[in-house]
């Protein structure tokens, strides 16, 4: 079973702050969301926590050592498996 790549996580890249919930950046800078959004769409999203994701996104992007990654609050998943899941 992979790791939750969702959750609530706060970046700055060049000064301007981001959100991530896993799924989709925002920003109040549209280029910025934009060009997040794009490399995410490059990047495999399984078995990685959401700043793992994340900081493969930034270096997808090409922002290595452009960013500061802020608050992170991953998704967790119960350590039990639902009965109904399949393994």
């Known amino acids: 079973m992979s790791v939750p790549n969702t959750g609530k996580l706060e970046a700055v890249v060049n000064g301007i702050p981001c959100q991530f919930d896993g799924t989709r950046w925002t920003s109040d800078d549209a280029h910025l969301a934009e060009t997040l959004n ?23 992007a090409g922002l290595d050592g452009r960013y500061q990654i802020t608050t992170v609050n991953g998704d967790t998943w119960a350590d039990q498996m639902p009965e109904d899941a399949l393994d």
């Open 38 to 60: 794009v490399a995410l769409e490059l990047c495999p999203t399984q078995h990685f926590d959401i700043r793992s994701l994340a900081e493969r996104v930034f270096k997808t």
